[in-house]
């Protein structure tokens, strides 16, 4: 990834085209930063997840992985309701 496709996702909620008109974080809605590998600095929509669901992390379709159609896949951090962690790519 270059440094304009990295600009383009920060501050961006995944699953939004980065050239949607409004791709940021919506009011009454609850977010985790991805951090780390490819979807870094996305926000990620957990509003209406389960404790369960949260603790499960998120495997998430992208391109931008190790195998392109594959999945992203991130875990909460313990203690830090705010960020889920990258921990590798799968096909």
């Known amino acids: 990834m270059n440094g304009d496709e990295e600009r383009l996702l920060r501050g961006r909620v995944y699953g939004h085209d980065h050239d949607s008109p409004d791709p940021g ?3 009454g809605q609850d977010y985790v930063e991805l951090v780390g ?3 870094d600095g996305l926000l990620l929509n ?3 997840w ?3 669901q949260i603790a499960a992390g998120a495997a998430l379709p992208t391109e ?3 195998f392109p159609g594959g999945r992203a896949l991130y875990d909460p951090r313990p203690g830090d309701r705010t960020r889920f ?3 590798g790519d799968s096909p």
Do not use: K
């Open 46 to 48: 957990v509003t209406g």
């Open 64 to 66: 931008l992985a190790q």
């Open 85 to 87: 962690h990258w921990t």
């Open 25 to 27: 974080p919506r009011p």
């Open 50 to 52: 389960t404790p369960e």
């Open 37 to 39: 590998g490819p979807l």
